[in-house]
């Protein structure tokens, strides 16, 4: 499957963004869904994930409550509302599919380029 993530910018502190993902290929329904982010100088950290079919979804620490994944298989994409942003949430944000996912990256076998989210103070 191949991804393509858009959707990032530069928003004001307690703004919010929504990402998107765009999956190539018939089978994106079974695949679980990430997001993850790499602040600069910083190693590449969990955000969100979803299951295949959107019942089960899990978030770091830091975004829950403000950050939503959701999806919508007939579209082949996954989204990443994310509001309420804090300076600290820059970062470039990646999407990633896997057969079985989880929270680490290394999980996933499949990975869209990054969209760059600046939030300023």
């Known amino acids: 499957v191949q991804l393509q993530a858009f959707g990032g910018g530069l928003v004001q502190a307690g703004g919010s963004l929504r990402l998107s993902c765009a999956a190539s290929?018939?089978?994106?329904?079974?695949?679980?869904m990430g997001w993850f982010r790499r602040a600069p100088g910083q190693e590449r950290e969990f955000v969100a994930t979803?299951?295949?079919?959107?019942?089960?979804?899990h978030y770091a620490d830091s975004v829950k409550g403000r950050f939503t994944i959701s999806r919508d298989n007939a579209k082949n994409t996954v989204y990443l509302q994310m509001n309420s942003l804090k300076p600290e949430d820059t970062a470039d944000y990646y999407c990633?599919?896997?057969?079985?996912?989880?929270?680490?990256?290394?999980?996933?076998?499949?990975w869209g380029q990054g969209t760059l989210v600046t939030v300023s103070s």
């Open positions: 290929g018939r089978t994106f329904s079974s695949y679980t």
């Open positions: 979803i299951s295949w079919g959107g019942g089960s979804t």
């Open positions: 990633a599919a896997d057969t079985m996912g989880g929270s680490s990256w290394r999980a996933y076998d499949y």
